[in-house]
């Protein structure tokens, strides 16, 4: 089957600083990737959709400057946290869209973002 | 807006127990609803998925039917293994072209030998 990997599984960071998540797709073309963040007992909330080749879309509340997303290929998305702060602390997740396969989304492992 | 309200975890089991896990949802015009799991380490994998009333999702002897007139999607399983222990993820995408997924809390669920 389809698979997502997400590098790191886990960043510990000081405050202040930036933080760079890796979403691949390891064997197939996804031209969809999305983030996602979820938050200690609560249902995984949609930051952002990134197509490949243009800027992505930011679900509202959500600050485009501060998760800065890349999606410069068809198996590569990063999230860059800037200037990281406690309450950025959180389990971010990356899905990626098939280009065949429309209606599937396949998920990452998830990375641990702990900021001190 | 769309929402998805879940059974709330976790559950603990016995192997070979029947499993519900509740699934409610709201959404405007005609949603596909999913199940996701989660294993440990793991990244969410569809279970099973429903995308018209009454159409019925199943996997791995896991099943769900789409319920218009109550907007449920229960979980169900008849007799669970201790391999099935996992999180799962009731979640709804609203109409075509629409690629958003709205994921419920998620349900920890355990089975003991």
């Known amino acids: 089957g389809a698979v997502v990997s997400q590098h790191p599984s886990r960043v510990i960071c000081k405050s202040g600083t930036s933080v760079k998540i890796e979403c691949r797709s390891l064997?197939?073309?996804?031209?969809?990737m999305f983030w996602y963040r979820q938050f200690p007992k609560q249902s995984l909330m949609l930051m952002a959709t990134?197509?490949?080749?243009?800027?992505?879309?930011?679900e509202q509340g959500v600050e485009k400057d501060k998760f800065l997303i890349n999606h410069a290929s068809l198996t590569l998305s990063t999230l860059t946290v800037t200037s990281a702060h406690p309450e950025d602390s959180s389990f971010y997740i990356c899905?990626?869209?098939?280009?065949?396969?429309?209606?599937?989304?396949?998920f990452g492992p998830g990375t641990r973002l702990t900021v001190l | 807006g769309n929402s998805v309200t879940q059974m709330e975890g976790p559950v603990t089991l016995s192997e070979e127990a029947f499993l519900t896990i509740n699934c409610t949802y709201t959404?405007?015009?005609?949603?596909?609803l999913f199940w996701y799991v989660q294993y440990p380490g793991e990244g969410l994998q569809l279970l099973l998925k429903?995308?018209?009333?009454?159409d019925k999702g199943s996997n791995k002897g896991f099943e769900a039917t789409y319920r218009k007139e109550t907007t449920s999607f229960h979980l169900e399983k008849g007799s669970v293994q201790v391999s099935d222990s996992a999180v799962y993820f009731c979640?709804?995408?609203?109409?075509?072209?629409?690629?958003?997924?709205?994921f419920g809390t998620g349900t920890r669920l355990t089975i003991i030998p």
């Open positions: 899905s990626a869209r098939e280009v065949r396969a429309q209606d599937t989304q396949y």
């Open positions: 064997d197939f073309q996804a031209t969809t």
């Open positions: 990134s197509n490949e080749g243009s800027k992505a879309t930011y």
């Open positions: 959404a405007t015009g005609y949603p596909s």
């Open positions: 429903a995308t018209k009333a009454d």
């Open positions: 979640a709804l995408r609203s109409g075509f072209g629409n690629e958003k997924l709205t």
